[in-house]
């Protein structure tokens, strides 16, 4: 019985994740799910990177995921592009239905990517397509370079991989070869950007790949 | 349909959680519900801890949650203290009856306290009730101290939190003023031990809290 509704919920939600990849792929516009743990820095990647990529010409929109507050869609929405938060309460991951809805509130015609800052969960947002072309890990150094190992599933599903914090590797017992391995025994292609969101170290990178 | 079926869920999980609630009250053993996020420090709490706790005459028992790996419970055997290791696949939190069913493999005649880390995860594991005298929330200076507002569910029900980490509070923009008032503005009298695994800084406040 459990089993069976959890089926319907999943099937459900894949109707409208394949109904938003469809409607953004008419439309040429990319779509990326930022998937990392309570305060890994995905909106300060975002804060970073949103002004190089404006200046590329790449116009772009995000969706922001939290159970409560607007504080993350406050700090995107600075930066002067279309933004919409998603309060989840109790909920622990963005479905497909909620950005099939929030699509209908963007300007499309304008728009060449959006990106969705899930819920801050390593676990949860990665069972619920929302569409995307792709899911990006990011997760940061203070978290230990055993995490791929402990919560495999994200890290194999994402070819892409974000370090943030690398400023706080002399300070921690976070060795990059040991999470360099752990990425490598769960997925052989990953693409691992190594980030300081307060140095700036690494983001000329991240533009380049974003921005392909 | 669903809403139904997940509350059936909660409550054959709330039978289960009654169930071990009573048969440690019975014993006199405490059970503590440690819930963060991943890389919050919950596991180096626990090296910290437990042998401090021993040397005052706490025999303690130890539950490790992950999704994969038995590597936290490696770190807790060496302590000399009995642990199991839960595997949860793509489940994102612990349930009642896996920690009904570790309860049975503990020697519970020679055991005080049940200390539980539940996956890493600051969103579900507060959901579900394992019979716990208490959920203690842990929570890492770099993951901002913005994070009660955003995930406020487990602030509002932990009444103890550890904020770890401290030790990087230097080289991070981490202010204590704004997450002290933001646990206050969630819940009045939330007892908040600081510590840093590092260097041991706050850990005999924290023993005499266990002790207790």
Redesign the interface.
């Given at each position: 019985?459990?089993i069976k509704?959890m089926q319907?919920?999943l099937k459900a939600n894949d109707v409208f994740a394949d109904q938003t990849a469809e409607l953004l792929k008419a439309k040429g516009i990319r779509l990326l799910n930022l998937i990392g743990?309570?305060?890994a820095g995905k909106t300060s990647v975002l804060e970073l990177m949103i002004p190089l990529l404006k200046d590329k010409g790449l116009r772009i929109a995000v969706i922001e995921g939290?159970?409560?507050?607007a504080?993350?869609a406050q700090r995107i929405a600075v930066l002067d592009v279309p933004v919409v938060q998603i309060n989840t309460g109790?909920?622990?991951h963005l479905d497909a239905r909620q950005i099939g809805t929030v699509m209908t509130e963007f300007p499309l015609e304008d728009i060449d990517m959006v990106i969705i800052e899930n819920?801050?969960?390593?676990?949860?947002p990665?069972?619920f397509d929302l569409g995307a072309d792709e899911k990006i890990a990011v997760i940061?150094v203070?978290?230990?370079d055993?995490?791929p190992?402990?919560?495999?599933?994200i890290f194999h599903e994402a070819k892409m991989v974000i370090l943030t914090?690398i400023?706080?590797i002399p300070?921690?017992n976070f060795s990059l070869q040991r999470f360099t391995d752990a990425l490598r025994s769960i997925r052989q292609d990953q693409e691992l950007f190594l980030l300081s969101c307060t140095t700036g170290e690494g983001a000329e990178k991240l533009v380049e790949r974003f921005w392909m």
């Open positions: 019985m459990e509704v319907n919920v743990s309570p305060g939290d159970c409560a507050t504080r993350d109790n909920g622990c819920v801050g969960n390593l676990v949860c990665t069972g940061s203070t978290e230990g055993d995490k190992l402990k919560y495999p599933r914090k400023d706080l300070y921690t």
